[in-house]
């Protein structure tokens, strides 16, 4: 790789902020990250978009409000709020939501094509709340030239 192409490369980080009103929520950030990617200047480069609590996720999918419903049946189905976990011993009632977060995923990353999101049909950015009601933070961090 040549230092002339490193110099031409371009690192913007932004925090995006939310506070649910319920414990559980499906929160479609895509504009979020697109605004961060504007103010980034890259053309051509990646973006990650990632949780930065273990009780939250950040996935790509469609936003589809029955799609968003099943999603939030089958995590509670398959990993009920009031069954009995062992990290909820220590005084936290959040084990569920540990769970929650690693069967949605950490993080995503996109491609930047053109200044833009390169997505494919129907692909959104959306921030998975498994424990909320209190501020938590998704970091944007966009690289590329």
Request: net charge negative.
């Amino acid at each position: 790789m040549s230092a002339h192409w490193l110099t031409m490369m371009k690192s913007y980080r932004e925090e995006l902020w939310f506070e649910t009103k319920t414990r559980r929520a499906y929160l479609n950030i895509t504009q979020q990250v697109e605004a961060a990617v504007r103010k980034s200047g890259v053309q051509e480069g990646l973006v990650l978009v990632n949780a930065m609590h273990i009780t939250a996720s950040v996935y790509i999918n469609d936003d589809e409000p029955g799609l968003l419903k099943d999603y939030d049946r089958f995590l509670e189905e398959l990993v009920p709020q009031g069954a009995t976990y062992r990290h909820n011993e220590t005084g936290e009632d959040n084990g569920d939501a540990h769970i929650k977060r690693q069967l949605m995923g950490r993080e995503v990353i996109v491609a930047i094509t053109g200044g833009r999101l390169d997505f494919g049909p129907w692909e959104q950015i959306f921030y998975g709340e498994f424990d909320g009601m209190r501020r938590k933070r998704v970091l944007v961090k966009v690289i590329g030239a």
